[in-house]
């Protein structure tokens, strides 16, 4: 047999040869493996093919088997994956209980196995082009929070000195992660529940906990594009809704500054562009908090039930058709972005809010404030823990080069971000020189009020306003479709991977129950008070469980799987393994890195606030037992697993640790097991 890439032999012919060097004394005896050939399969038996229907080719004497030592016995022998592979208790003089087994010479060559392998890896789906791949991970990793919340975290902590940390954590921090879930998803090639049975089985749960986060920001930020797609719908008109202030739904304060030069912005006056956020599309003032979230917007209903069927039909058939859609939904967000920014740039007053925004204050760095935001913006923004990464890259052949891929992903959503911070200050500026205000005074609005009342004002009193506002609403749309499409993707992988006999050739029925489910838990949302669940979500479901899933995740690869054994399936995929920049990161600084998050949102309980509305003691008890809910399939299982595992408490937690599957390297058309 001979292979037509020359790297790929060469690290093979290696690792025979060191193996075959430790274990020359050692004859090769297995008659116990002949009882493998089952009725209908192909089997090799004393070294002769026999015809199955299962056409497996077995390229190597099932004779070579290494057998342990006497001393050796119930050791586990290392295989090239970094799993330990159960030898059988045979001796190496080769005459075991009551068998005959066949006398080989000490200096008989060691064997490999290759099988031209049918199962279910061989028909695991894959992208079309790598640039699916790239596009997908770019589009989830670049989502509203690069538009809304870093510019708001830049100003807040320093201006252009806050880049000093973020970069720092960057480095140390969020892109190892990245790339972590990248090589781990390519590699063993399933999602984020099945993986573990390859990695380390008592933390299983961690993939349970990623899909119970999943769902619930699933329940909340879809509700985001529903709002934004209703904007969008209203802006097919030559006068914007939100640029007057004699609307059924304004009231006497109203105040619409960008009419007459001689108005005086007051105290308790409210914009249009305000008005028309909170009483027209949430219609808001119908509740007084979440103790009575008031009826359902049909409104807003059929905008999410449209979203979601724009979903459902992108994501059924696979990464096939989404890697298409995003070819579209990825694209889009960065001509309209470039667009909005040589917009920008020409509006009066800009350059105030690009001074606001970079003027560096270097005094901020003292402040643990300022390296927390660091730390958890890096962390939301690249999105590990999340089961996306390791979902997009099993679908990978399995010699991609991740490490480039999470290098130049990592790179292109951090300048996003920067650069989404000219776009938004730059119509901070303007606004601030209409208003004759300060731009800290404009920027009060966070989160979703920064785009849907301030960024939509000041695109409604630009010259080609309804086109800008097409534009920037489609844009937002694309930005949250992307996000969606990946974190259902996550799931579905998972699902489909850990129970592939129930839903193995029924995706497209999952999907439409996953995204029914969906739907159902958004209602709440679309409630007159639905902001309210919104930002309640935001806060609770998204946090410290995330980023505690995401530090088990690190110390379990790291040290329980191995970092030698992680690097070492990094070696097979790309040629080279990971430097000790990245050994150092993934044991000891990513750990910290986290720890330091988990730790600042314990110590810091959030006071949260929406408008005139203070959220009561009783959500933040309730927030932690949602955030509790999702993270609490960790140690249920671990208990689960010390349960049913036999053995003493040692043997079960031994045995728990241990890998129960190997992973297949693939070789072309063929996967091999290095024995």
Known sequence: MSFTNGHQHNLITNRMERKSSNNEGCPLTSKNELSDCKDGEDCKENGQMTKTSKSSLRLADDLNKVHPSQGEKGEAGRISNGYSAVQTPVPCNGSGDGEDAPWVPPSAPRGLVVHQYQGDQDHRETWSKKMDFLLSVIGYAVDLGNVWRFPYICYKNG????????????????????????????????????????ICPIFKGIGYSICMIALYIGFYYNTIMAWALYYLISSFTSDLPWTTCGNTWNTENCTNYFQSSNITWKQYSTSPGEEFYTRKVLQIHLSSGLQNLGGISWQ??????????????????????????????????????FVLLIRGVTLPGAWRGVVFYLKPNWGKLHETEVWIDAAA????????????????????????????????????????SFVSGFVIFTVLGYMAEMRKQDVADVARDTGPSLLFITYAEAIANMPASTFFAIIFFLMIITLGLDSTFAGL????????DEFPHIWGRRREWFVLCLVTVYFLGSLTTLTYGGAYVVKFFEQFATGAPVITVVFLEAIAVSWFYGIKSFCRD??????????????????????????????????LPPDLKLFNYHYPYWTTVVGYCIGTSSFICVPIYMIYKLIITPGTLKERFLRSITPELKTEIPLTDFHMNAV
């Open 300 to 337: 807003l209903t059929l905008c999410l039930l449209l979203i979601f069927t724009i979903v459902y039909f992108s994501i059924w058939k696979g990464v096939k058709t989404s890697g298409k859609v995003v070819w579209v939904t990825a694209t889009f967000p960065y001509i309209v972005l």
């Open 570 to 603: 990094i070696k097979e995929m790309i040629g080279f393994s990971p430097g000790w920049y990245w050994i150092i990161c993934w044991v000891a600084i990513c750990p910290i890195f986290l720890l330091f998050i988990i730790g600042s949102f314990l110590a």
């Open 377 to 416: 913006q890096i962390f939301f923004s690249l999105g590990p823990g999340f089961g996306v990464l390791l979902a997009f890259a099993s679908y990978n052949k399995f010699h991609n080069n991740c490490y480039k891929d999470a290098l130049v992903t990592s790179m292109v959503n951090c300048t996003t």
């Open 489 to 496: 993707e996550g799931v579905i992988t998972a699902v489909l």
């Open 159 to 198: 201006g252009g000195a806050f880049l000093l940390p973020y970069t720092i954590m960057a480095i140390f921090g969020g892109i190892p992660l990245f790339y972590m879930e990248l090589a781990l998803g390519q590699y063993h090639r399933n999602g984020c529940i099945s993986i573990w049975k390859k």
